[in-house]
Structures are given as structure tokens and as C-alpha cells.
């Protein structure tokens, strides 16, 4: 049983900031990435950010130079900032992870629960 667990959101002004963070627990053998989605009502999920177990990482153009992603491969953890918060970042957030659960398994891709952040003054 593997569970992904954000935690951080919440209502900031634009302008301001807020830190997410996602721990993976259970019975983890290895995570080959991490990444961050979002969903705004009445539209589709889309990627913000990503980061691999090597460290590469990748962003939505519209986050680039105002959210950084990282991880901890020791605590299975990422951890998105949010800088300079803008009303259309206003979305639920999901971390997931692509990973596998025993030796030469097949990564497959768990998701968070999601958690509700909102810019508004």
C-alpha cells in the first residue's frame, strides 16, 4: 500500500507565497519522479512542475521563475514553492509519483488527494 499525503495550501494573497509539500509512505522500492498537478474549476488537470530522481526538473511555462520543485530521495518527498502568487494560480494541487514497489516491478503512478490553494486579496 503506497499513499501520497500533501500538506501547505491555503489562501495567500497575489504576491505572496506558499510552500507545498507531499510524502510518499508505504511499501516503496524506488521513485523514478515526482511531480506536482493542479486543477482549476471547470478545467483540465495540467502539470506545474516535475522533478526525477537525478534531478531534472521541468516547469510550466507560466510558473517558470516563480515556483521551484524538489525532492528528497531519502524521505520520498517534493516539495513545491510558490513565489509571487497570481489569481490564476488559484487550483487544487496533486502530487504523484511514478514508482515501484519490489525489484524489476513496473513503475506505475500514484496520486495525492489533492490540496486547495487559493490567491485572492
Known amino acids: 500500500q503506497v499513499q501520497l499525503v500533501e500538506s501547505g495550501g491555503g489562501l495567500v494573497q497575489p504576491g505572496g507565497s506558499l510552500r507545498l509539500s507531499c510524502a510518499a509512505s508505504g511499501s516503496i522500492f524506488s521513485i523514478y519522479h515526482m511531480a506536482w498537478y493542479r486543477q482549476a474549476p471547470g478545467k483540465q488537470r495540467e502539470l506545474v512542475a516535475s522533478?526525477?530522481?537525478?534531478?531534472?526538473?521541468s516547469y510550466l511555462e507560466s510558473v517558470k521563475g516563480r515556483f521551484t520543485i524538489s525532492g528528497d530521495n531519502a524521505k520520498n518527498t517534493v516539495s513545491l514553492q510558490m513565489d509571487s502568487l497570481k489569481p490564476e494560480d488559484t487550483a487544487v494541487y496533486f502530487c504523484?509519483?511514478?514508482?515501484?514497489?519490489?525489484?524489476?516491478?513496473?513503475?506505475?503512478?500514484?496520486w495525492g488527494q489533492g490540496t486547495q490553494v487559493t490567491v485572492s486579496s
Open positions: 522533478i526525477t530522481s537525478g534531478g531534472s526538473t
Open positions: 504523484n509519483a511514478d514508482l515501484t514497489t519490489m525489484p524489476a516491478d513496473t513503475p506505475s503512478l500514484y
